[in-house]
């Protein structure tokens, strides 16, 4: 068969987009660009059937009742509830244990932002049929400037619509970013990965051998109600948290990446939204009825209050229930660390 | 008898202050410096019965109800209500006409801060000597800054606890303004003025027949409730609204002014509210709860949400009802041109 099927991960808790994320409705499930959350545009990408088979969805247990109420009436999918977070490999592996071992998986964060899904979905052609060929594939985001909060992926010799991976980098230092975009032949790495199911179990068995065999023990205790599929806890519990990329990607001598511009964002916080976003002239934005005098460079979301500034520049204004986030455009990765997203229930 | 009747002017719609001020309640009866209203505060300034009478209050009907409300139970009073707005002259005018010839009347803005009520206090008795002696006496508030935004008195010859005035100047430019700091002998006209009842009806009559005699008649055809006075409408409406200083206080040729320096505000905007609070180290005021994590010289005014911001500089944010206000500290002047507080009911 040659659909891919979508493994769409609803982690993350995203703090830094506080007070719009909340623990009862974090980041993936909020509309932040656009009229659907990030959650609904993830599974919209993946939608055309002669491309995708359903989805695999995985997440915690509170939020499955956002998830079924933001997915499409019509669609057919399966939930895999992890009894608690342990990053995204195990995440990974539950869903690879869900599959078929020829299953073609494409593996997407559901908090990012694609302004360009045409782009995602020839990129996920490309990976695709390079994870065919038994390669463990990264998507490789051309980057647009010298960001320091991704890590990079150097490419290596060009194979099939993209590269072996030369190596991974970690989250580099201004200098060493800006040595990267003007050498070129580096890319984001975004967590878009495709491989075959049985591969990526294969590869976890070798690297981490304990993780795959809690996740085998964990699938095979699962409880099933339906399409939805909750682990084993006990089991799940014992695995020690790792990400894709410590647990594999890094270490495969099976890494590939296909390389791709797609208007790709993580939506990492307010300031991201606003690049997002369609700004005026003066690079503002905020909805209808809210009144920007003399402003430039100002995001307003608000989840109805009227909101009006006077001479602000390089502002984010948030308003959400009772709180009220108001910061510096280029202090927006600190919101994470205020009292408000690290106290609310 | 020696003691002051204070005269308590309730107009002003502190445009400025929204959204804390509103067309429901504005600017003197909110808490805008301190756990009272400034009209209340205005009331307490003159609450010492060796020194003051019971006060004659000008109000319209929209806010009879507050200023019951705000007002000690205790407190006895007069209260004229306008049937209309008509500046500072005919409501003076009016409480004049309320009062026995020989009252000494002390007309105080209820929509100003004092910081230094025993200042006050002391000026009152000042005004009130030269008063007695016929005279018609603005408080000169000592200047601390090049305020544009004032009207200025210039000192003539010393006389008993005051000066003869030389003249009053208009709002001046900044450099005037400069040179008045500079030069010593100008104070700013803060709105308080002392003299007879009937020494002020007698320059009225001289100045601006019409409206003394619009005045007599509105108050001679007065409907009376208990201590409630409304002049008759018609009689009022006829008044041509005009400001105190323009009818009487600069044409007449006993003017007379007593320095004082009483850390007065007339709170005009924001910016006034901001430097009228106690503010920390880091010059920002924000009640407990709200978080101001790198902020400098930043107003937080809430009416319980929550606010957090991040990384600001001179800024004020305001919170009331389902509107939030963010201004530069330096443009807190322009908040009364926005559409908030023009289409408010």
Not at 9 to 20: D, E, I, K, Y
Request: with cysteine.
């Amino acid at each position: 068969m040659n659909l891919i099927t979508p493994v769409i991960l609803c982690g993350g808790s995203g703090t830094r987009l506080w007070p719009r994320s909340r623990k009862s409705a974090p980041k993936p499930f909020i509309n932040l660009v656009g009229d659907t959350s990030l959650f609904r545009q993830a599974i919209d990408r993946c939608s055309d059937a002669a491309q995708f088979s359903d989805p695999v969805i995985v997440s915690g247990e509170a939020h499955v009742a956002l998830i079924k109420q933001q997915l499409p009436s019509e669609q057919s999918y399966s939930l895999l509830v992890e009894p608690m977070a342990r990053n995204t490999a195990p995440a990974i592996a539950l869903a690879a244990a869900s599959l078929d071992p020829d299953a073609i998986m494409l593996v997407c964060p559901s908090d990012h932002h694609i302004a360009d899904p045409a782009a995602f979905s020839k990129a996920a052609s490309a990976a695709a049929d390079l994870a065919r060929d038994d390669w463990l594939v990264s998507f490789g985001i051309a980057p647009d400037r010298p960001e320091t909060g991704y890590g990079y992926i150097q490419q290596g010799e060009v194979m099939g619509g993209g590269y072996r991976v030369h190596k991974f980098v970690e989250k580099p230092d201004k200098a060493t970013a800006e040595q990267f975009l003007a050498a070129g032949g580096y890319a984001w790495n975004g967590g878009i990965f495709a491989f075959k199911a049985g591969n990526l179990l294969k590869e976890l068995s070798h690297y981490r051998a304990d993780m795959a065999g809690a996740v085998t023990q964990a699938f095979a205790g699962a409880n099933c109600q339906g399409n939805l599929v909750r682990p084993d806890a006990d089991a799940f519990a014992m695995i020690e948290g790792e990400s894709i990329d410590y647990a594999v990607m890094e270490n495969t001598a099976r890494a590939a990446m296909v390389p791709v511009s797609m208007g790709w964002s993580d939506i990492g916080n307010w300031a991201a939204v606003h690049d997002a976003l369609e700004q005026d002239d003066r690079g503002n934005y905020a909805a209808a009825g809210h009144q920007l005098e003399d402003c430039n460079n100002v995001l307003v979301v608000s989840d109805g209050k009227r909101v009006s500034a006077v001479g602000l520049e390089d502002l984010c204004i948030v308003v959400d229930g009772d709180d009220i986030l108001v910061t510096r455009m280029d202090r927006a990765q600190d919101v994470g660390r205020l009292d408000g997203p690290n106290s609310q229930k």
